[in-house]
């Protein structure tokens, strides 16, 4: 199942949101990405930066999962440690 993507946009937060690929925490006040997706119910996801860039770029088919067709929690938290860019 494909979730359709309502819109998205780089919000400064009020309160601390988990990031969906890295799931690091981020205290409020952080720059994060939000995209308003619905399945079933509509969902708010929020990507850091990091991830942001990280999944717009050309690593796109490492993070797709490829039975889902999107991005799933924690995908690009792998990456990012085995890159030492996060413990
Ligand atoms: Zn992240």
Do not use: N, W
């Given at each position: 199942m494909k979730m359709d993507v309502l819109g998205s946009k780089y919000v400064r937060t009020r309160k601390k949101h988990q990031?969906?690929?890295c799931l690091r925490v981020?205290?409020?006040?952080h720059k994060m990405h939000v995209a308003v997706c619905v399945d079933d119910r509509i969902?708010?996801?929020?990507?850091c930066r990091t991830c942001d860039i990280?999944?717009?770029?050309?690593?796109?088919?490492?993070?797709?999962d490829p039975c889902e067709g999107y991005y799933h929690?924690?995908?690009?938290?792998?990456?990012?440690?085995?890159?030492?860019?996060?413990k």
């Amino acid at each position: 199942m494909k979730m359709d993507v309502l819109g998205s946009k780089y919000v400064r937060t009020r309160k601390k949101h988990q990031c969906m690929g890295c799931l690091r925490v981020f205290e409020k006040g952080h720059k994060m990405h939000v995209a308003v997706c619905v399945d079933d119910r509509i969902m708010r996801t929020y990507l850091c930066r990091t991830c942001d860039i990280l999944i717009k770029t050309d690593k796109d088919e490492i993070f797709v999962d490829p039975c889902e067709g999107y991005y799933h929690e924690g995908c690009t938290r792998e990456y990012l440690i085995d890159k030492g860019i996060i413990k």
